[in-house]
């Protein structure tokens, strides 16, 4: 009977175990919330005063999510974008929204998803670092600090 009393604590310890969420991780100089990893956020700017953001987005989770916005004090609007190819032409547009598969991950890069700066408060400067708020539909909001880069 003990044995029974405790082989049935250790099944429901194991259950509620597997229940829980993910903690937050640490990665890349970004803190990450439920799920979500992000690593590798560096950005450039542009001679018309805007700029943009790129970064590998990971969901470590067992559940699609979805970055729905992005927020920061370093430029008048932040948006998500793509570029996209019309006809050979390369046009960049704004989107609702960047899915993350659940185990997978998204790369925001240039000629491709990313988080564009638009109205820039100051020019970037290679070296320069700035926070954004990244706002997933599951996870929360997740601080990433980006890098001004050459590139």
Same mark, same amino acid.
């Not at 044995?3 to 803190?31: D, E, H, I, K, Y």
């Not at 240039?110 to 564009?116: D, E, N």
């Not at 990244?134 to 001004?148: D, K, M, T």
């Given at each position: 009977?003990?044995? &029974? #009393?405790?082989?049935?604590?250790?099944?429901? %310890?194991? $259950?509620?175990?597997?229940? +829980? +969420?993910?903690?937050?991780? @640490?990665? !890349?100089?970004? +803190?990450?919330?439920? !799920?979500?990893? #992000? %690593?590798?956020?560096?950005?450039?700017?542009? /001679?018309?005063?805007?700029?943009? %953001?790129?970064?590998?987005?990971?969901?470590?989770?067992? @559940?699609? /999510?979805?970055?729905?916005?992005?927020?920061? /004090?370093v430029a008048a609007a932040i948006e998500l974008h793509t570029v996209e190819n019309n006809n050979? =032409? &390369?046009?960049?547009?704004?989107? /609702?929204?960047?899915?993350?598969?659940?185990?997978?991950? #998204?790369?925001?890069?240039?000629?491709?998803?990313?988080?564009?700066? #638009?109205?820039?408060?100051?020019?970037? $400067?290679?070296?320069?670092?700035?926070?954004?708020t990244l706002q997933f539909e599951r996870a929360g909001p997740v601080e990433v600090i980006a890098? =001004?880069?050459?590139?």
């Amino acid at each position: 009977m003990r044995r &029974m #009393v405790w082989m049935c604590l250790v099944f429901a %310890a194991l $259950a509620l175990t597997a229940c +829980t +969420t993910a903690v937050p991780v @640490q990665n !890349g100089g970004s +803190t990450a919330g439920v !799920g979500i990893s #992000v %690593a590798g956020s560096w950005a450039r700017g542009a /001679d018309e005063g805007n700029g943009a %953001a790129y970064m590998i987005i990971r969901n470590i989770g067992n @559940q699609p /999510d979805r970055l729905v916005s992005a927020a920061g /004090d370093v430029a008048a609007a932040i948006e998500l974008h793509t570029v996209e190819n019309n006809n050979g =032409v &390369m046009a960049m547009r704004p989107v /609702d929204s960047i899915d993350v598969p659940a185990g997978g991950q #998204v790369e925001l890069k240039p000629g491709g998803y990313h988080v564009m700066l #638009v109205g820039l408060n100051q020019p970037l $400067a290679p070296g320069d670092r700035f926070a954004l708020t990244l706002q997933f539909e599951r996870a929360g909001p997740v601080e990433v600090i980006a890098e =001004v880069r050459n590139q």
